[in-house]
């Protein structure tokens, strides 16, 4: 088996883009700032991807499954491996911001920061049944399309609907 050349590995051309990009913002600063839209389109494409990409393969796993109490017990160790590692990642972000101590030095006045900057965020009301609600939509097309916030448990509600439903209908099709 011929293996490929190292520069047509994708991550590869990922990493020599991201060196590209900065010794492009270092030494070309204008011409750097330039491009700040095109930046932005990938932002926007790779956001856009991210929501049908999550659908198809939630709905593809859970209708690939033949017993539907294994799609619980893979779901109990995804749940599982979700709290390991936001524990994990929780408690490196701890040890970082004591070690680093990140803003140190700043010396900012809290009387001269602007309230209206984080009023749409703390004007949102705050209960516990907030995320369940917002995991439900007014329609059941997917949410990617109804949504410009790229809201992901709408999205993974209606997968696991779909995917266990037809998850369902081939294993009565298989009696």
């Known amino acids: ?23 492009l913002g270092h030494f070309l600063p204008v011409d750097g700032l330039a491009m700040k839209s095109l930046g932005d389109a990938f932002i926007k494409l790779v956001r856009m991807i991210i929501s049908p990409v999550i659908f198809c393969t939630v709905v593809t796993g859970i209708a690939s499954m033949h017993d539907m109490r ?27 911001a004591h070690v680093l ?4 030095g700043f010396n900012v006045d809290p009387s001269t920061l602007d309230a209206n900057a984080v009023s749409g965020y703390a004007a949102r009301p705050r209960t516990a049944n907030g ?3 917002s995991s439900c939509t007014s329609s059941p097309t997917p949410s990617w399309v109804h949504s410009r916030r790229g809201d992901i ?12 439903a037809l998850a369902v209908m081939a294993n009565r099709r298989s009696r």
Not at 1 to 8: A, I
Not at 71 to 94: H, M, N, P, Q, R
Not at 101 to 104: A, D, L, T
């Open 1 to 23: 088996m011929k293996r490929k050349p190292f520069y047509r590995i994708l991550y590869v051309q990922v990493i020599a883009a991201i060196f590209a990009g900065v010794l």
């Open 70 to 96: 294994k799609v619980g017990c893979v779901g109990d160790k995804a749940l599982l491996y979700f709290e390991i590692v936001s524990t994990v990642a929780l408690a490196i972000g701890l040890l970082a």
């Open 101 to 104: 101590q990140s803003g140190k």
């Open 131 to 133: 995320w369940p609600v």
């Open 153 to 164: 448990l709408p999205v993974l509600l209606i997968a696991m609907l779909f995917g266990s």
